[in-house]
């Protein structure tokens, strides 16, 4: 669901270039795997840049805010 949501997202107009993704970040309370990152498979599947970072914020209801804090600065 993620990486489809990801490419509804980058396939809009004022998303802008891929190429230009300095960080994907995914959130979620129930990660399917504990190692390795889960963003990891969601920028493999997007074959964004590889200078993009990965970053997964998980194990709480908290994730969510705290990866949407963490984009916003």
């Known amino acids: 669901m993620a990486v489809e949501a990801a490419r509804d997202c980058l ?3 004022e998303a ?3 190429a230009l993704l ?3 970040t ?6 399917v795997f504990r190692t390795p990152q889960n963003a990891v498979f969601i920028h ?3 074959r964004l840049p590889k200078l993009c970072q990965t970053v997964d914020a998980t194990g709480s209801t908290r994730a969510g ?3 949407l804090h963490q984009a916003l600065q």
């Open 11 to 13: 396939a809009q107009p």
């Open 16 to 18: 802008g270039e891929s």
């Open 44 to 46: 493999a599947a997007l």
């Open 22 to 24: 300095q960080q994907l």
């Open 65 to 67: 805010l705290v990866a």
């Open 26 to 31: 995914f959130a979620t309370t129930t990660p």
